[in-house]
């Protein structure tokens, strides 16, 4: 999925659940941010935003996952890190974290690319249906955000 796209999930499903300041951080570094690995996992994720803007359509369709954006590794890694929040920080509910990288790795696990749920302890994979990267996932999301800065 496309950044635009996991920024307007995050921030419905932020707004719904009234989030404070604290946790708005919290809930983007899980929803938005986690996207950041993509810089050290794949060295032509940057040739891919080129691409994308050049000709409206991702080409490459690669895996830019680390193990921290599969559902289990993602899951149990940012559960224990929550907890370790919400002990410094207890304003922040300690489930904001894994529920958010939840929706971001929920998201991309339809995409059309190879997935594995499992990783690092099993190499079980599974492709997506979902072609991600277009103009219309673009143009909805970037409308989705548009939207909810006006109301």
């Not at 950041?36 to 032509?44: R, S």
């Not at 490459?60 to 920080?89: A, M, T, Y």
């Not at 690092?120 to 979902?130: A, D, H, I, Q, R």
């Amino acid at each position: 999925m496309l950044l635009t796209s996991h920024l307007a999930a995050t921030l419905l499903i932020g707004s719904s659940l009234v989030v404070n300041h604290q946790e708005w951080a919290v809930a983007l570094l899980g929803g938005v941010f986690v996207d950041a690995d993509h810089l050290f996992v794949n060295k032509k994720w940057l040739d891919d935003v080129k691409i994308f803007f050049k000709e409206k359509r991702i080409v490459r369709g690669v895996n830019q996952h680390s193990p921290l954006q599969e559902f289990l590794f993602g899951i149990v890694f940012s559960s224990i890190l929550g907890l370790v929040v919400n002990l410094i920080f207890p304003s922040i509910r300690w489930y904001i974290l894994p529920m958010f990288l939840g929706i971001h790795i929920m998201m991309d696990s339809v995409m059309k690319c190879e997935h594995q749920p499992f990783a690092p302890l099993s190499k079980w994979s599974y492709w997506g249906f979902v072609k991600s990267g277009t103009t219309a996932e673009f143009v909805v999301s970037t409308i989705a955000i548009i939207l909810f800065f006006l109301f």
